[in-house]
Structure formats: C-alpha cells, structure tokens
C-alpha cells in the first residue's frame, strides 16, 4: 500500500522578496499563505480532517531556499486519538539552503489515551542555514495518562549530523515516560531547539550545547501552557538571534 502524498511548502527569494514554489495540500493539512514581508513568508497548517487515527501517516516536505525566511504557524495542535491496537506516523522533512532561516512554534502534540504514534523530524541545514523549533509534547487529554510515542529527531549541519535523538515514551506499567529522571507525574514535556547557531550567553541550567552550532532547552510541566511559558523568555531570545 502507497503513502499519502505530503503536504509541501517551497519558498524561495527573487528580487529581494520570499516567493512560494508550492504550497500543496495533503489529506491532512492545507498550507496556507498568510503573508510575505521583504524575504519572509508566514505559512499556516491547517489541518483538513480529524487526525490522528489508527493508520494516518502525516508527512510534511519543505525546502526552504538560500536567504528565505519561512515562518510556520499552527493555529491548533494536534491530537492523536485511541488507535486500538493500531498506531499513527507524523514525519517532516526540511530541507533549508546556504543563509535559509525557519521558525517553527508548534501548538500541543496531545497523545489521548490508548494513541501509538511514530514522529520524525529530520532537518538538513546547509551552511549559515539557522532554524528554531518548539515541540510541546501532551500526554493525556484531561483525566488521562496518556498513550505511547515514539520521537526522533535528526538534524545535520554543512553535512555533518548535529543531533540525533530518539525518545521512547510509552506510558503505562511498563513504560519508560513515567520513571525517575525522565517525566515522572509531568505529563508535558517542551522542547526550544535552535540549529545553525550557538547563543551568546546559555545561562539556563536546563540548556543543553550541541557538538556543534546549536543548543537545546527543555521544561516538563503538568500543563501546556506552563511548559511553554517556562520556555518563552528563551523563544524570544533565540528567535531574535535565528531572526537577523
């Protein structure tokens, strides 16, 4: 059986101002052009069904090209419901040229009770290429513990790979998401991920430095919105720094 197709966005600069190569829906999303503003383009997902299901395989494609500026905004998070025995796939592939800039703040990623889902974000930047990414993982609706997630991240660098993580977070008895040292009774989990370029001053005990130009900070929080306003002072220093 074939997968979906993804959805794509393409954006790229001539004469000084982001034009869009495509913007193609899918199933699941329909990208949206909300505006351009000298080499930035602002990109709305918008999801066009119910999703995640048992058997859905979301794919997003994006190429941003040198010296463009793509902004994604996502106007509603996404939920991944009880797939009964079955599991979800949600994947991006990006893709940004030499001087490209993304800004990705994602809204909630909530695993409803009884979900089993594979996420994959691989980012290939090339040089002077800087990207930002917000991840807030929810597991459980209200009242919920939530269901399983499988998340990798890989992300490269001029060529040469600057993170490569897989998180295993299943949830239950056996699971690894509720043990000491990794979430415990936090059923949120959110990720500010800066690629491209290492900040000035890391003074935040929970930010991490990568091997190379890039660094990590997470929070874990019993609701979305507390995870996320631990991370904003950060979003705001970082956007500046991806922004310029």
């Not at 000084?16 to 199933?27: E, N, P, Y």
């Not at 000298?38 to 999703?51: N, Q, T, Y």
């Not at 597991?139 to 499988?150: I, K, Q, Y």
Request: net charge neutral.
């Amino acid at each position: 059986m074939s997968r979906p197709a993804p959805a794509r966005i393409a954006v790229d600069v001539a004469d000084g101002r982001a034009r869009i190569g495509r913007l193609d829906a899918s199933q699941f999303l329909r990208p949206r052009l909300l505006g351009v503003r000298g080499r930035r383009a602002e990109v709305a997902l918008i999801g066009a069904c119910a999703m995640l299901l048992a058997g859905d395989d979301l794919r997003i494609d994006i190429d941003v090209g040198p010296g463009a500026h793509l902004v994604l905004v996502e106007p509603s998070g996404t939920v991944a419901y009880n797939a009964r025995g079955g599991d979800a796939h949600w994947s991006a592939q990006v893709r940004l040229a030499d001087g490209a800039r993304l800004t990705w703040a994602a809204a909630p990623f909530v695993l409803a009770q009884g979900a089993h889902v594979h996420r994959h974000t691989d980012l290939d930047l090339a040089l002077g290429a800087r990207a930002l990414l917000r991840e807030v993982l929810v597991f459980g609706r209200s009242g919920e513990v939530g269901g399983a997630l499988r998340a990798a991240l890989r992300a490269s660098y001029d060529g040469t790979p600057l993170l490569v993580e897989d998180l295993d977070l299943h949830g239950g008895d056996h699971g690894l998401r509720t043990a000491p040292g990794v979430l415990g009774e936090a059923r949120v989990l959110a990720t500010l991920a800066v690629l491209g370029l290492t900040p000035d001053e890391v003074t935040d005990r929970h930010t991490t430095t990568l091997a190379g130009p890039g660094a990590l900070v997470r929070a874990i929080a019993s609701e979305a919105h507390l995870a996320e306003d631990a991370l904003a002072a950060t979003w705001q220093r970082w956007r500046t720094a991806v922004e310029l």
